[in-house]
């Protein structure tokens, strides 16, 4: 897929990174993302990823714009409280960059849906705000065979992993009991999340275009309260009820 000029001249400070160039870029402009949970975490990470130039973005969260969503959620403004909140994130990100395709669906990812929404992408962000919906995208992740990039926050502490099925551990691996998260009750400066989503972002670029190592069965944990970075080794399950049974080596 070629670049035009105006894609040209706007991607060429980082076609200037070694190791990226065109050929990175034209990976990107090729890829469909899906993100889930568009907020504080999602919609930032959405955000760079549309600057990027990513060429497609498939944003699924439900649920109308809250007044405090709106310390975090930097595709959100004050006249929207109360509305869809993803119509409004494929707005911004569309006028931020004409050139990304974005297609807003109003839903949270269910049992239902999720298998058609994986099957239609190249790698998905799993940001959403419970592990009820986390767990079903990794599993249809790990069914379809498809990347998965795993970021959570919580207060001023992080997590970041990239999991690709039979490669790395899944989500049930590294979290066999599930937290018990309040959707409506954590606390939140919208500086934490945006900084998870922008490594979030990142990690999803280096899948995509290949021109740096991603987080491969390393978990970046995160306190910012302290700013201490550190990365954990993660071991697969082999009792994991989700990948267990997928040979290592077979992802793509």
Same mark, same amino acid.
């Given at each position: 897929m ?16 070694p ?37 497609r ?6 649920g ?33 960059n ?12 269910t ?10 992408v ?26 998965? &990039?795993?970021? %959570?926050?919580? $207060?001023?502490? !992080?997590? =970041? /992993? ?22 409506r009750?954590?606390? &939140?400066?919208? %500086?934490?999340? $945006?900084?998870? !989503?922008? =490594? /979030? ?18 978990l ?9 970075? %550190? ?16 040979p ?5």
């Amino acid at each position: 897929m070629d670049l035009t000029p105006t894609e040209l001249e706007r991607y060429h400070r980082q076609m200037m990174l070694p190791h990226f160039g065109e050929l990175a870029q034209k990976r990107l402009k090729s890829a469909t993302v899906l993100v889930t949970g568009v907020g504080g975490l999602g919609g930032t990470a959405a955000l760079y990823l549309a600057i990027a130039g990513v060429g497609r973005l498939l944003l699924v969260r439900g649920g109308s714009l809250r007044l405090d969503d709106l310390n975090r959620q930097v595709l959100m403004t004050d006249d929207w409280v109360g509305k869809p909140r993803v119509f409004k994130a494929k707005e911004t990100l569309q006028a931020i960059n004409p050139d990304t395709h974005v297609e807003a669906i109003d839903n949270y990812i269910t049992r239902e849906n999720v298998d058609s929404l994986v099957q239609r992408v190249d790698i998905a962000l799993d940001c959403a705000h419970n592990f009820v919906e986390r767990d079903l995208l990794n599993e249809a992740c790990v069914r379809w065979q498809k990347p998965m &990039v795993e970021a %959570a926050m919580n $207060g001023m502490e !992080a997590y =970041l /992993t990239t999991i690709i099925p039979g490669v790395t551990p899944c989500l049930s691996c590294l979290f066999p009991e599930k937290p018990d998260w309040d959707k409506r009750g954590f606390a &939140v400066l919208g %500086a934490v999340s $945006g900084t998870l !989503a922008c =490594l /979030t972002a990142l990690e999803a670029i280096k899948l995509i275009t290949g021109f740096s190592q991603p987080l491969l069965s390393q978990l970046l944990t995160i306190d910012l309260s302290r700013m201490e970075f %550190a990365k954990r080794r993660s071991y697969h399950d082999s009792s994991c009820p989700v990948c267990a049974s997928i040979p290592a080596g077979i992802g793509n």
